[in-house]
C-alpha cells in the first residue's frame, strides 16, 4: 500500500514569524502525514478482515480521512508558499492582471483577503484560480475537508488555525500574524500555481 511522507521544506528565517512558530507548526503537520497513513491502513485491514462485518468503522475511518488528508494538503500548500524566502508579487503576471480585473488592484486583493483572514474562528483564507471564467475567488474554509470549492486549484492557502500563530501572536493580534504572512510569501510560487 502506499504511504504518504512528509515533505520537507527549504525555510528561511521568516520575519515575524519564529522559528519556534514554525517548529511547532512543522509538528502538526507531520502528525497529519502520520494520521493519513494509519487511517488508510485501518480501512484496509478492516476490509480484508471482514468488509461487511466492520463497515460501519470503516465508513467513519473514511469520513475522518478527509479531515486529515485535506489538513496534510493545506499545509503543503502552506509551507511550500514560504520556500526560498518572500519574493514580490510580479505586476505583469497573469495572477497579478487576474486579481487586478476581480479587485480593482494588487493592493486592494490584499485588502481584501486581510479581510477574509480576519474572519471570526479558525479556518483557512484561499485564493482560488476558476480557468474556467477567467478569474480568482477569495474564499474562508472553516474545516479544511468542508467547504473547498469544487475543482478550483488552490492558488495561496493562509492558514487560520490558532496554531498557525499562538506562539507568536494572540488571538487578538491575528491581523500582525496575517501581515507576517503575507510580506514572507514567495509570490513565484503562487504565480506558478496559477499559470497551471
Not at 512558530?21 to 488508510?40: C, D, F, M, P, W
Request: proline share 3%.
Amino acid at each position: 500500500m502506499h504511504t504518504y511522507q512528509t515533505q520537507s521544506f527549504n525555510l528561511p528565517e521568516l520575519p515575524g514569524l519564529s522559528e519556534k512558530q514554525i517548529t511547532a507548526h512543522l509538528g502538526l503537520y507531520e502528525s497529519y502525514v502520520k494520521h493519513v497513513n494509519h487511517l488508510r491502513e485501518q480501512i484496509h485491514t478492516l476490509t480484508e478482515l471482514d468488509g461487511e462485518k466492520y463497515a460501519y468503522a470503516i465508513m467513519e475511518t473514511r469520513r475522518r480521512l478527509g479531515f486529515e488528508f485535506n489538513g496534510m494538503r493545506m499545509h503543503e500548500y502552506y509551507f511550500a508558499q514560504l520556500e526560498g524566502g518572500a519574493t514580490a508579487a510580479n505586476p505583469d503576471s497573469p495572477l497579478a492582471h487576474a486579481v487586478g480585473e476581480k479587485y480593482g488592484s494588487w493592493d486592494a486583493f490584499i485588502a481584501h483577503f486581510t479581510t477574509v483572514g480576519m474572519s471570526r474562528g479558525i479556518g483557512w483564507t484561499i485564493l482560488y484560480a476558476d480557468h474556467e471564467k477567467g478569474t480568482v475567488h477569495t474564499a474562508w474554509v472553516s474545516d479544511h475537508e468542508l467547504g473547498q470549492l469544487g475543482g478550483l486549484p488552490i492558488i495561496l492557502a493562509m492558514d487560520m488555525w490558532e496554531h498557525a500563530f499562538m506562539v507568536d501572536y494572540l488571538p487578538s493580534e491575528k491581523k500582525q500574524y496575517i501581515e507576517a504572512f503575507l510580506k514572507n510569501v514567495n509570490w513565484s510560487v503562487v504565480e506558478k500555481r496559477f499559470g497551471l
